[in-house]
């Protein structure tokens, strides 16, 4: 994983499977539809519905503050938590969970590599059931501007040459 630009945020599967159980982490498997977490995931693991729970119910955007902040608290998560985010379809809600949180300032939030198919390729021990949480207080930053752009500022950076760009609609 030294390839990446930021390996720290990526976790192996040995690394979940070796901290899962620890009080300081929480992993969260994320989808757009549950039926997978419904039908087994990782021990321990909090399922997100990308739709319901990630995304404005009024317009498809980010969550705003306070949602965030509810869901966060909801989920056992505070402000020093290690969390942990997987998913099905190759990470991709995962990785929009991971930016919104990272807009929002946590700074302690990984992706697992290979996420829930890596997970059951590898025979590792899954559950179907879905853990307590004890409600936690969270208090999220300001929206971080510079980790997102719209349209007009992606054409004007696409038009001037070199760019960098992640999309992860």
């Not at 929009?96 to 302690?108: N, V």
């Not at 949480?133 to 752009?149: F, I, K, N, Q, V």
């Amino acid at each position: 994983m030294q390839d990446y630009a930021h390996p720290e945020t990526i976790v192996s599967t040995d690394w979940v499977a070796e901290n899962k159980d620890n009080a300081d982490v929480v992993v969260v498997e994320v989808d757009v539809d549950t039926g997978g977490y419904d039908e087994g995931h990782v021990p321990g693991a909090l399922g997100w519905n990308w739709a319901e729970q990630l995304c404005d119910q009024v317009v498809r955007d980010i969550l705003p503050k306070g949602e965030m902040e509810r869901l966060l608290s909801s989920s056992g998560i505070s402000n020093d938590t290690t969390v942990v985010l997987y998913g099905d379809n190759n990470n991709w809600f995962a990785a929009w969970a991971f930016w919104q949180m990272k807009i929002y300032g946590h700074e302690k939030v990984m992706i697992m590599n290979g996420g829930r198919s890596k997970w059951l390729e590898e025979g590792r021990e899954i559950s179907l059931e879905a853990p307590p949480t004890e409600p936690a207080e969270y208090s999220a930053a300001e929206a971080d501007s510079s980790l997102r752009s719209f349209l007009p500022a992606v054409q004007e950076a696409v038009a001037g040459g070199e760019v960098d760009m992640v999309d992860v609609r």
